[in-house]
C-alpha cells in the first residue's frame, strides 16, 4: 500500500536514498532540505517527488510543511526525521557555541518535527515517525561527547514517544547505523580536527552505501521495529556493549590512549 511521506535532510546521502526507495515503492514523497526551492536538486529527485524548502531549526517552515501537507494531502503516514550535521570534538576543544549548533540541528530538529505532525497521526488514528540517530546513541567513543550526547537523545526520545503515542496507533522508530559513505562530513563543525580527520576516514573507507542503510531503515519500518541497528558493525558494537561490559570499556580507553599518542602529551 503506498504511502504519504516526509523526508528531511533529502538532496543528498541516507535522505536521497529514502526518498528514492520510497518513490519506487510507489509512495507519495515530500522530499524537504536546506536549499531553496527554486535551487531545489530537482535533478536527482524521482519524477513525482515533491520538493519544498525545510530548514529544521525553523519553526515557520515546519508550520508551512505540516500545511502543505494537510492541504495536498489531508495527512502524513510517515515521517522521516533524517537531517542532521557531524560534530563533536574532545571535551576541552568542543565549544559551547559547537554543543548548541548540534543540539539545534540534530536533536531539536527531530523534536520539532515530530511535535508538528503528531496532532495530525493522532487524529488520523496511525502513521509512523523515523528518527535517523546513529550508533552513537547507544555506545559513545571518545572526542564525540556533544554527537554522543544529541543522538542517545534522539534514543531517549523516540523510546518516549513510541510508549507514549501506541494507545492512539501512531508508531515511532530509532535508527542507529555505524559508519556509511555518505558526504556527512561535509557538515563537520569544530576545532578537534584530529577528530575530523578519523571519522573522515571511516566514512569513507565503509564498505557500507547510504543505499543499504536506506533498505534495512525501510525493512525495519515493515517489520514495525521501534530500535532500528540497520548494518553488522552497528549489531557487533551493540551486541559487544551489551553482553561484555569490560571488554567494551577496553575498546574505548584503547581509542582514547591513541588519541593521546598522536598528541604527544
Known sequence: MSRRVLVTGAAS?????????CAAR??????????????A??????????????DVRDDDDWEAARAWV?????????LVNN???????????????????????NLFGVVRGTRTFVPMMKAAGGG??????????????PGMGSYNAVKAAVVAFSETAAHELAPWGVGCSVVCPSYFRTNLMASMQGSDTDLAEKMTQLVEKSP?????IAAAILDGIEQGRELIVPDE?????????????????????ATAARAKERDGS
Open 208 to 212: 557500507i552505501s547510504a543505499e543499504d
Open 128 to 141: 509512523r515517525i523515523v528518527n535517523v540517530a546513529s550508533l552513537a546513541g547507544l555506545v559513545h567513543p
Open 41 to 54: 536538486p530537482s535533478w536527482v529527485l524521482p519524477d513525482g517527488v515533491c520538493y519544498r524548502q525545510l
Open 70 to 78: 494537510s492541504a495536498e494531502w489531508g495527512g502524513l503516514d510517515l
Open 13 to 21: 546521502g541516507l535522505g536521497l536514498a529514502l526518498v528514492r526507495r
Open 83 to 105: 537531517a542532521g550535521v557531524a560534530g563533536g570534538g574532545r571535551i576541552e576543544l568542543c565549544s559551547m557555541d559547537d554543543w548548541r549548533w548540534i543540539t539545534e540541528i
Open 26 to 39: 510507489g509512495d507519495a514523497v515530500l522530499a524537504t532540505d536546506l536549499a531553496q526551492t527554486a535551487d
Open 233 to 253: 558493525p552497528a549489531r557487533a558494537a551493540y551486541h559487544l556493549k551489551q553482553r561484555d561490559r569490560v571488554a567494551y570499556d577496553r575498546q574505548m580507553r
